[in-house]
């Protein structure tokens, strides 16, 4: 599913990321393949807050909808 | 740039945003530190001396890719550095630790600075610094900048900086580039993509950057994991606080509160009891009669040169007269606030709250940033659209900024005017500039091909700022801002005094009045604010304060005023910035959105 589907509170693991500058800013965020974080704050068609090893990020809702997770 | 003699040691302060780096290194420095802009970018970089030392901070950055104006900028300084001294938070170590890697792989010499040890303490967070210190093969001081622990430590280790164990998937890889690169440094951005080393060596990209970033990820993970014991997962304060702002239902009501804040700061303390006293009493009321009796003295008075001195538009008297009296306090007071927000973490939450809306304009939550410096100075805020990352975004940001946003030296005049006349008409102004704001936007959005870029930000904890620290960066920013406008202001001077002896003001003024009179319904003196509005803004608004209007034609007089054309510094900005033919645009647009829409206005009330 896409990471703009999941809800808070919600634990899941990265499945891919897009490719290119976005891609590399997300991983040094902590957003790559296989990472496991928690959502934290869903803002309804907005950007999703989550938690990554106590790093708390902000994915914009249309960013959110290119990367892929499973709960 | 500043000037680095072969003999000179240069220390380089290194780290992410939001952990106490300018802390850390005013310690090293003191008051004394020079801030210069790095090659013709806004990037600040600020340089001092310690210990004989030249010591020299960078921007915050996540790494050194060369993404954005700040990592390049923050990248040519390190790889200058004889040693780099890398502040990370012991609260975020995971994700501090990439950089930290990032510039171990690098090959310099590196010291870590384990900052927020207060905070890791409260947060029941222990690090076992000696065997992070041994993984990472440099040495890692514990300290906390804000309580002043552990400073004397950090100074005495300095020397023993140390360059530290690289990454080992990257052996093979630097095996490869060792007779290509001349230094390792080069040979790290050359594996890693970087298009500026990649050109200077004539390679092509070996398309392993992702590969690298995500295995220093993953080892950053590791290490912080290894060293750090996180006895409670409770949510703090700080914690709770900083997620109620991000929920809609909490976060709107606490920015409308803060922008109610700064513009009553701004507005009021500032601009009418601070700036009533510096310019009225202190300018005018002394500085003025003593400068014009000293030039007379030399000069006799009614001559051009005694005008251009001392006259209505005198270099000495009325550059001097607004820059210090009326712009200092107000621009002084919009730092101030400024620089305790970011320092409070509160920007990024404004940036994620307002994203939804502002993607509708195609903008994203990030261009919040310029939008609020507008309010500021339109100028420093039309520079700032660097940050976004498309030209689209830039154009539009850019355009609402010169259209809609009213800069700190307008609002309190603006402020002054309206309130008086009670809420109905402050509505509708806000309302009226809301909706141009909201319409421009809208149809930018539609006219321009492409889409907005995508938020990815990360959300810094809250905390209660150092006083110090907000000091001193809205000293610097102030100052900067001043010698700046000083410089506009005097080329001002002398084309105001030129027009005004020769008869060229009167007849543009003459030429406006039956435009400012007839579409507008204003008296007749109100030409001469337009026309003055469009070198500074404060002339325009400052002058109306002494016609006689009605509510109704105040109102009108403040809406249109707020639309008119940017004042001259922003219009070299935005042409400095943006293409001739958007310049151009954004520029007739205001000059007659500020005419229709006051019209309408007019017209209707």
């Known amino acids: 599913m896409k990471l703009n589907e999941i809800n808070k509170n919600e634990r899941f693991t990265i499945i891919s990321i897009p490719d290119g500058e976005v891609g590399a800013q997300a991983i040094r965020l902590g957003i790559f393949k296989n990472a496991k974080a928690e959502c934290i704050l869903r803002i309804e068609n907005g950007p999703v807050l989550l938690n990554i090893n106590g790093q708390e990020v902000a994915v914009g809702n249309s960013l959110a909808d290119k990367i892929e997770i499973s709960i | ?605």
């Open chain 2, 1 to 605: 740039m500043f000037n680095k003699s072969e003999n000179n040691f240069t220390i380089v302060f290194a780290g992410n945003p939001n952990v106490g780096k300018s802390v850390v290194f005013n310690a090293f420095t003191g008051m004394y530190a020079e801030v210069s802009n790095f090659a013709g970018t806004t990037v600040e970089i600020t340089a001092g001396k310690w210990r004989g030392k030249t010591v020299i901070d960078t921007p915050g950055v996540y790494g050194i890719s060369g993404f954005n104006d700040e990592e390049l900028a923050a990248r040519d300084v390190i790889i200058g550095g004889d040693i780099i001294v890398n502040v990370v938070d012991a609260v975020h170590l995971s994700r501090d630790l990439f950089l930290t890697r990032q510039l171990i792989d690098m090959g310099k010499r590196v010291i870590v600075c384990l900052n927020m040890m207060d905070e890791a303490e409260r947060l029941d967070i222990e690090i076992n610094v000696n065997l992070l210190s041994k993984r990472l093969g440099v040495p890692v001081i514990s300290v906390s900048a804000l309580k002043k622990r552990g400073i004397s430590a950090l100074m005495e280790a300095i020397p023993s900086a140390s360059c530290g164990r690289i990454m080992p998937s990257l052996a093979p890889a630097f095996k490869k580039y060792e007779n290509i690169a001349k230094t390792q440094t080069d040979a790290l951005l050359l594996m890693e993509d970087d298009p500026q080393t990649l050109k200077k060596y004539s390679q092509s990209a070996s398309g392993l950057r992702e590969k690298i970033y995500a295995e220093r990820r993953r080892l950053a993970d590791s290490l912080a994991c290894g060293v750090t014991e996180r006895q409670s997962k409770k949510a703090d304060f700080s914690e709770r606080l900083g997620r109620l702002l991000l929920r809609p239902v909490f976060g709107f009501p606490a920015l409308i509160l803060c922008l109610i804040a700064i513009f009553w700061f701004v507005g009021y303390i500032a601009a009418q009891l601070v700036a009533d006293f510096t310019r009225g009493v202190i300018m005018e009321g002394f500085y003025r009669p003593f400068i014009v009796d000293i030039i007379s003295g030399f000069i006799p008075s009614g001559t051009f040169w005694n005008d251009l001195f001392a006259g209505e538009f005198g270099m000495l008297t009325m550059t001097p007269i607004c820059v210090l009296g009326l712009l200092a306090p107000l621009v002084a007071a919009f730092y101030l606030m400024l620089s305790f927000l970011e320092d409070s973490g509160y920007i990024p939450r404004i940036a994620v709250l307002l994203d939804r809306s502002l993607s509708k304009i195609g903008l994203n939550g990030r261009a919040i940033i310029p939008l609020i410096l507008g309010f500021g100075c339109v100028t420093a805020a039309t520079v700032s659209t660097r940050l976004l990352s498309t030209r689209r975004e830039k154009v539009i940001a850019t355009a609402l900024l010169g259209i809609t946003i009213p800069c700190s030296a307008q609002i309190g005049i603006i402020i002054g005017a309206l309130t008086p006349l009670g809420f109905t008409y402050c509505a509708i102004y806000v309302f009226t500039i809301s909706a141009v704001f909201v319409l421009t936007g809208t149809a930018l959005n539609r006219i321009l091909p492409g889409g907005s870029s995508d938020l990815l930000i990360e959300l810094p904890r809250m905390r209660l700022p150092s006083a110090a620290n907000v000091l001193k960066k809205t000293y610097s920013k102030t100052k900067s801002f001043i010698s700046e406008a000083a410089g506009v202001f005097l080329i001002g001077s002398v084309i105001l005094t030129v027009l005004n002896r020769t008869g060229g003001l009167d007849f543009i003024i003459n030429a406006a009045e039956p435009v400012v009179s007839g579409i507008l319904g204003l008296p007749r003196e109100a030409a001469y604010s337009f026309v003055m509005g469009i070198l500074r803004r404060d002339f325009g608004v400052a002058g109306l304060s002494d016609i006689a209007m009605s509510p109704k034609q105040t109102l009108v007089a403040m809406t249109s005023l707020t639309l008119f054309v940017p004042c001259i510094a922003s219009v070299l900005v935005i042409f400095k910035e943006r293409s001739k033919t958007e310049a151009i645009a954004i520029w007739l647009s205001s000059f007659v959105f500020a005419f229709l829409i006051g019209g309408l206005l007019a017209y209707v009330l």
